[in-house]
């Protein structure tokens, strides 16, 4: 369990490409928007990206008669740090409505003091309210081996942070698929395009209770 659960936070670093991945819809005109601010999880690593969650976020509000556009600024390799530094300029470009933010995995792996942590996601939860977005943070987890004591204050991080600013969490969104060595690529690390559908769906409760009625 501990190896496939490490190899589904690995994902998170598995590269370092910089640059922003675009748009999973139209954010144009008068439609909201949804910003995904995340890491490899979310940037499809390895798959189409028209078959990620994001993506396939994008094509379930459209069916369910949401008007929201989807924007991915996720960027594989990506920490707190990061897309902390790289948020002012989305939400100024961007004006969402909510913004998903799914970092920390590659904090955890690089032993980020936890205080730093819950600080980074504070203040990216609440940059996304200053900015008018309902901000909805993403549990994430890292292996036991990492130390009981940190491992065990490395998802508490998150929920902290969540219940300080009254802000919705997504459980760990990999739990479903996490024992389950088929999810994976073939590098056993990154979720496969058949396992996105179900992140989608880990997400999707969090989400809707989140969203305004279509």
């Known amino acids: 369990m501990l190896r496939l659960v490490l190899a589904a936070v690995l994902a998170c670093a598995a590269c370092l490409a910089r ?8 954010s144009a005109g008068s439609a909201p928007t949804i910003l995904v601010l995340g890491d490899s999880l979310s940037a499809a690593y390895g798959i189409p990206a028209e078959r ?3 993506a396939l976020l994008q094509e379930r509000l459209r069916d369910r008669g949401y008007p929201h556009g989807v924007v991915n600024a996720s960027v594989s390799g990506e920490t707190t740090a990061g897309g902390l530094a790289r948020l002012p300029a989305l939400l100024d470009r961007h004006q969402p409505q909510m913004v998903l933010i799914e970092l920390g995995g590659n904090d955890g792996l690089r032993g980020l003091p936890l205080d730093k942590l819950e600080d980074n996601l504070r203040r990216a939860a609440t940059l996304s309210r200053d900015a008018g977005a309902t901000p909805v943070l993403f549990e ?10 940190y491992s065990h204050g490395f998802q508490q991080a998150f929920s902290s942070a969540a219940e300080a600013l009254d802000a919705p969490l997504v459980p760990f969104f990999l739990a479903g698929i996490a024992l389950d060595p088929d ?8 979720p496969n395009a058949g396992s996105q559908p179900k992140m989608l769906d880990a997400v999707w409760p969090t989400l809707e209770a989140a969203l305004p009625a279509p």
């Open 183 to 190: 999810a994976f690529l073939d590098d056993g690390i990154h």
């Open 19 to 26: 640059a922003e991945t675009g748009t999973a819809g139209d």
């Open 52 to 54: 990620g969650w994001v």
């Open 140 to 149: 994430m987890r890292i292996p036991s081996n990492y130390g009981p004591v």
